[in-house]
């Protein structure tokens, strides 16, 4: 890629580094926090734009993985496992499982089918924990604390904390940047523009599109964890089907495929949300227009409108 | 005498009551190039699509290099080198040509499963692709967006992706259709080029296009094959005649 | 609720003839929910998530009409005409700008549309459940058996949903409106490119599938509280109703509105007992739980296992 078409990323990510430093001037610990949670969702909608935007797999369960992330950071503490690597890495291999499972009923179906498919292994994992008394049920699971990081309770800081998002986030999109120009990026990419070609050429979709929700699910499940730190408190209500939804709108209000398009629509989606609600707590009678709006009139979504030549997929 | 490349037996193929292949044998010897011809509606599309596996077959074999194919899908008979174009150019519209024949490269070499190297950066991919964009005459095209391609650059397109694909049997669905008789000349040279690189086997309605490059021909009508035959007996059956020129009487 | 490690209940025949009866009914209301929105999908290929908000505006309005005629028939009857105006204008506003666009775009606005909705409902009556009066001549129970009291309420439903089922497979398969949709169905643009004016076909379709949801919701008002969100749940039922039938199919709607029903309401009912044959009490007992509430889900991914296009798909 070229270093023109990185340009709105870059100009992105050095705000978000910046933030903090802004919100020294205001309520400093709201807007850290706000902060962080909104680089933890960016980071799940930027793992589904990959998974929408390079694969055409419109999932609507994809909070499932939040929940699995965030469940896995409960089931660790309870174990005596404390370490967010530790942690984060154990979010991963069941997210890896999860999706591998659930790819492997869902990919049979196309179209609405895939995406209703989606829908209910999330509520079937929703439905899962909120029976599951032990974990708190449908009431949620307090943490303790937040975890620890090498050894050391460093991410009690919200400074600390917001740095070390930003640092996955970063990590995460340079990470699937390269990824979708790699040999497998392109087989994915091309599965999704023309299915039939790919497979005269001789790819067969099914592996391509299950690694990808493998990939994707992981990403999500990483922000599910450092979701369940943010808030020290975690809930089925994480994964439900309303947040799926969120996600997708996020991305798809970003605009589909350009990986920073994502992360620009889960900060713009979240500020309107939160700015609103300071002024009415009638926000969804605002923001449902706006989103309608966005959808008939904005065909590439933020990311397109901002700027079109560095919004394509990336090849 | 080695064994054909392509031997199909009994191949059938029914759409509700409408059998639109209907007992279809024949075998494509190794280098050759071998033409389906035969009156719109004949089956001819449907018969690619069975050989390529677009389509299951309702009955027959088909046993490509030896192997019995019938029961593999698409992809799996074009890794094996049993590769086919398409009547209307699907080519990857968003990727540039030299992305779209690169790709073609890929599938023939190595894992795809690189997750982190620039695919972009390999020149592995790249020479090949363009060595195949240059014989076609779309270099000048390498780096624009395939979509953006005219109907005759795109056909192109798709012989280069066929070349690099190095297939042992390509399978061209009509590659002359809504081509001008300039670009039709020059698709007939490069096919006639490409005579001693692989085995063919071409649907074609253009009849100049088939007797100047068919070793052999066949004559579908009503999803049944009728004659069979070097291009001369075909031009003299008195059966293709009247299949295609209805009840006159051959003066 | 506890774990009970309790001597298993005998499940009396009656028992299970009221929680199949439940089932049923919850069957016929999810069908016909799932009807409207199976032949917008299978029609128009329009993803709609404000299905579900349909439903709701029609409960909320038979509460409205209700409080201010004081009577259900009368809600009832003013109901109807109020949902599909409300349908076509949703259409006129939001829908048809989107009929060629992607199920993205698609997701997002009517997803703006549930958000609105479901805030402006709340806005205009408050969050606290609406009531609304069950009509006297179908209110109390009746004894279908020595020892089964059933509300007639739910036998009205019933009643109602399988003569509206009835009614519209023979709309659907015997009149040339019916015809049209059928056609539409499997290729819109042939039958557009036949001079059926399409546009016209689409709003047919949709309004009409708005007028049953909402149909739905004032029936069932008197039975279930009338709060913002009510239909999000039932939308999501909905879905895998038709996902399970197949798009676009009113049979396969109507087969699989009834399995989900009486699967959900037997397996929440009766699961925790069938699976003390296999397991200790406490462990029936949790798994029940667990497990009812996913029954659906789990037979929807079976479904779509060995028929990724649902029960009776419509081949376009």
């Known amino acids: 890629m070229t270093m023109r078409s990185q340009t709105p990323a870059i100009l992105l990510f050095a705000g978000l580094a910046l933030f ?296 | 005498m080695s064994p054909p490349l392509l031997h199909i037996e009994g191949l059938a193929k029914s759409f509700g009551a409408l059998a639109v292949t209907d007992d279809v044998s024949f075998s494509v010897g190794e280098g050759r190039l071998v033409a389906l011809i035969g009156p719109n509606g004949a089956g001819k599309t449907t018969l690619i699509d069975q050989l390529s596996g677009a389509v299951q077959s309702d009955a027959g074999r088909i046993r490509f290099a030896g192997l019995d194919i019938s029961g593999l899908d698409m992809s799996a008979r074009a890794r094996l080198g049993l590769v086919r174009s398409f009547q209307i150019a699907a080519v990857l519209p968003e990727y540039s040509a030299l992305e779209n024949v690169a790709l073609a490269v890929q599938a023939r070499s190595g894992s795809s499963f690189r997750f982190f190297g620039s695919a972009a950066r390999e020149e592995e991919l790249n020479a090949p692709a363009r060595a195949a964009l240059k014989r076609v005459g779309l270099l000048a095209r390498a780096d624009d967006p395939a979509g953006e391609l005219s109907h005759g650059e795109k056909r192109s397109l798709e012989i280069a992706i066929a070349l690099a694909l190095r297939p042992r049997l390509m399978l061209f669905d009509e590659p002359f259709a809504g081509l001008g008789s300039e670009e039709t000349r020059a698709g007939v040279e490069l096919i006639r080029a490409l005579k001693s690189e692989f085995t063919m086997l071409l649907v074609e309605h253009d009849m100049d296009a088939v007797f100047a490059l068919a070793d052999e021909i066949g004559v579908l009508v009503n999803g049944r094959l009728i004659a069979w035959g070097a291009p001369e007996a075909i031009r003299a059956n008195e059966r293709v005649r009247s299949a295609y020129l209805g009840e006159e009487t051959l003066a | 609720m506890h774990d009970e490690v309790a001597a298993p209940r005998p499940v009396s025949l009656a028992l299970l003839a009221v929680q199949t009866l439940n089932g049923l009914q919850l069957g016929i209301l999810l069908f016909l929910i799932a009807a409207g929105l199976t032949l917008t999908f299978g029609v128009m290929n329009f993803v709609n998530l404000a299905h579900g908000v349909q439903y709701m505006v029609g409960a909320y309005l038979a509460a409205m009409f209700a409080s201010l005629t004081g009577g259900f028939w009368s809600a009832l009857a003013l109901t109807l005409p109020t949902a599909l105006a409300f349908g076509l204008a949703l259409e006129f506003l939001v829908f048809r700008w989107l009929y060629d666009r992607d199920h993205l775009s698609q997701i997002l606005a009517t997803f703006g549309v549930i958000l609105f909705m479901n805030q402006g409902v709340k806005t205009i009556w408050g969050a606290a459940p609406l009531s609304v009066p069950m009509p006297d001549a179908l209110s109390g129970s009746v004894a279908l058996m020595p020892g089964l009291l059933f509300p007639v309420y739910r036998l009205a439903l019933i009643a109602v949903g399988l003569a509206t089922g009835l009614a519209l497979y023979l709309v659907i398969n015997h009149t040339r409106v019916g015809m049209l949709i059928r056609a539409g169905a499997t290729n819109a643009a042939m039958v557009s490119a036949l001079g059926v004016d399409i546009r016209r076909l689409f709003m047919l379709v949709f309004g009409f599938g708005a007028m049953l949801a909402g149909f739905a919701g004032a029936m069932v008002a008197p039975i279930l509280s009338v709060e913002p969100g009510m239909g999000d749940n039932l939308l999501i039922l909905a879905f895998v109703v038709i996902v399970i039938g197949g798009i676009g199919s009113i049979r396969g709607a109507f087969l699989a509105a009834l399995m989900v029903g009486l699967i959900d309401t037997l397996g929440r009912a009766f699961g925790a007992q069938m699976l003390r044959v296999a397991l200790a009490p406490a462990a029936a007992n949790q798994t029940g739980r667990a497990l009812a509430p996913m029954l659906i889900y789990i037979l929807m991914a079976a479904v779509l296992f060995h028929r990724p296009s649902g029960l009776f798909p419509v081949t376009r």
């Open chain 1, 20 to 315: 903090p430093f802004v919100a020294r001037f205001g309520a400093q610990a709201y807007l850290l926090t706000l902060g962080a949670r909104t680089l933890i969702l960016a980071l799940a909608a930027l793992s589904l734009d990959f998974l929408v935007g390079q694969g055409a797999l419109i999932s609507f369960g994809h909070a499932a993985y939040l929940g699995i992330g965030a469940y896995a950071v409960v089931l660790a503490s309870m174990a005596g496992i404390n370490d967010l690597l530790a942690q984060a890495l154990i979010a991963v291999a069941a997210a890896a499982l999860f999706a591998a499972l659930t790819g492997y009923v869902s990919l049979r179906a196309t179209g609405v089918y895939y995406i209703m498919s989606t829908l209910a292994f999330g509520q079937m994992l929703y439905f899962l924990f909120v029976s599951l008394s032990a974990l708190g049920g449908d009431d949620g699971y307090t943490l303790s604390s937040r975890s620890r990081l090498f050894g050391e309770p460093r991410l009690t800081s919200d400074f600390a904390f917001y740095y070390l998002c930003l640092a996955a986030l970063a990590l995460a999109y340079v990470m699937l940047t390269r990824i979708c120009g790699s040999r497998f990026g392109r087989v994915l990419n091309a599965i999704r523009q023309n299915p039939l070609r790919a497979r005269a050429l001789g790819f067969r979709p099914f592996p391509s599109r299950l690694a990808a929700c493998l990939i994707a699910g992981a990403i999500a499940a990483v922000a599910g964890a450092l979701l369940a730190n943010q808030s020290e408190f975690v809930a089925p209500a994480f994964m439900s089907w309303q947040r799926s939804g969120e996600l997708l709108v996020m991305t798809i209000l970003g605009g589909v495929g350009s990986l920073w398009g994502a992360v620009l629509g889960a900060i713009i989606y979240l500020a309107l949300e939160e700015a609103l609600s300071l002024l009415t707590d009638q926000t969804h009678v605002l923001i449902g227009p706006l989103l309608i709006v966005v959808a008939i009139f904005g065909r590439r979504g933020l990311a397109g409108a901002l700027a079109p030549k560095a919004s394509g997929s990336a090849a």
